[in-house]
């Protein structure tokens, strides 16, 4: 699966992308990329997304039922 293959997939978020980290900083989330070390927000949406193992069990799950149906 390329990192590209499902940007039209709901589950298509910063927070749901593998590079994503959360880190919690004098009371306060801060959210970066750790692939390209910028600061972010989990409900961005860029191209280089690449999701989370689990998320993309989720979008296959999806995607065979959506094939069942179809």
């Known amino acids: 699966m390329t990192s590209n293959q499902h940007l039209n997939t709901r ?36 191209n280089c997304w690449d999701p989370k193992e689990n998320v993309k069990k989720l979008i296959e799950k999806e995607e065979d039922k959506h094939d069942r149906i179809n």
Not at 18 to 25: E, G, I, M, S
Request: glycine share 8%; hydrophobic share 30%; proline share 3%.
């Open 11 to 46: 589950f298509h978020a910063c927070a749901t992308c593998r590079h994503f980290q959360a880190l919690k900083t004098a009371g306060k989330m801060k959210y970066t990329c750790r692939r390209l070390g910028f600061e972010t927000n989990p409900g961005y949406r860029f």
